[in-house]
């Protein structure tokens, strides 16, 4: 989920998470969700083992979410820290691990990408992707890292409108589909970069810029041949 800030991403999933109530007599479905909340409190007393085997017993001791998840996330690093002296960034990797590792039919994942460097990023993004994949459920994610998103998404949903007065939430669209009319509001362009092939941002009006703001390319998906 794009948009900028104030436009109700946060507030659409804690309300599917149930964590606040919806104006009106709106009734938000009953949902088996898991929640990864934007602001992480280290509130439990005990090693990030001892919060695993509490929290996430069976998931943790799975040799495939060991595999996909765990190992990735570097948790073996931080496994016998305690909570409440984590980084900021380690305890983003950990509740990354929590939320996956419970049961549950949605994922609600609120930028994942806080206190995470750039490598670390992109390692989350391929972590939660490939989990929801191959377990075959669905997430929401919000993340304000663009090129995080770009690894994450395989759909955009578009929040547009003033932000803290009204907003819209547009229908889910293709990632390039919605990336390009994200990044057309914005009136920046992406090209991928030849060597890693990550994006990048083009210098405004410089002759990438222009050339694919006239040929209504904001953003390129596909690494070009």
């Given at each position: 989920?794009l948009?900028?800030?104030?436009?109700?991403?946060?507030?659409?999933?804690?309300?599917?998470?149930?964590?606040?109530?919806?104006?009106?007599?709106?009734?938000?479905p009953?949902?088996?969700?898991?929640?990864?909340?934007q602001?992480?409190?280290?509130?439990y007393?005990?090693?990030?083992?001892?919060?695993?085997?509490?929290?996430?017993?069976?998931?943790f001791?799975?040799?495939?979410?060991?595999?996909?998840?765990?190992?990735?996330?570097?948790?073996?690093?931080?496994?016998?820290?305690?909570?409440?002296?984590?980084?900021?960034?380690?305890?983003?990797?950990?509740?990354?691990?929590?939320?996956?590792?419970?049961?549950?039919?949605?994922?609600?994942?609120?930028?994942?990408?806080?206190?995470?460097?750039?490598?670390?990023?992109?390692?989350?993004?391929?972590?939660?992707?490939?989990?929801?994949?191959?377990?075959?459920?669905?997430?929401?994610?919000?993340?304000?890292?663009?090129?995080?998103?770009?690894?994450?998404?395989?759909?955009?949903?578009?929040?547009e409108?003033?932000?803290?007065?009204?907003?819209t939430?547009?229908?889910?669209?293709?990632?390039?589909?919605?990336?390009?009319?994200?990044?057309?509001?914005?009136?920046?362009?992406?090209?991928?970069?030849?060597?890693?092939?990550?994006?990048?941002?083009?210098?405004?009006?410089?002759?990438?810029?222009?050339?694919?703001?006239?040929?209504?390319?904001?953003?390129?998906?596909?690494?070009?041949?």
């Amino acid at each position: 989920m794009l948009g900028e800030n104030g436009t109700g991403k946060t507030t659409f999933i804690r309300l599917l998470a149930g964590a606040i109530k919806a104006d009106g007599d709106e009734q938000i479905p009953e949902l088996n969700v898991s929640y990864k909340p934007q602001k992480i409190s280290p509130k439990y007393v005990g090693t990030v083992r001892s919060l695993l085997h509490d929290k996430i017993r069976n998931s943790f001791t799975h040799a495939q979410f060991q595999t996909d998840v765990v190992k990735p996330m570097q948790i073996e690093n931080i496994i016998d820290q305690e909570v409440a002296t984590l980084s900021g960034g380690e305890l983003q990797r950990v509740a990354i691990v929590l939320a996956l590792g419970k049961p549950a039919d949605i994922y609600l994942i609120d930028e994942p990408s806080a206190y995470l460097d750039s490598e670390q990023r992109i390692v989350a993004a391929k972590v939660i992707k490939r989990f929801i994949l191959h377990s075959k459920k669905t997430a929401f994610v919000v993340e304000h890292d663009f090129i995080m998103a770009t690894y994450l998404a395989d759909r955009v949903v578009l929040y547009e409108g003033m932000p803290s007065v009204e907003a819209t939430a547009t229908t889910p669209q293709s990632l390039l589909s919605g990336m390009n009319k994200f990044l057309k509001s914005l009136e920046i362009t992406f090209r991928r970069d030849p060597t890693n092939f990550r994006p990048r941002i083009n210098k405004l009006n410089s002759q990438n810029d222009q050339e694919q703001k006239s040929s209504g390319n904001y953003f390129f998906l596909e690494v070009d041949s």
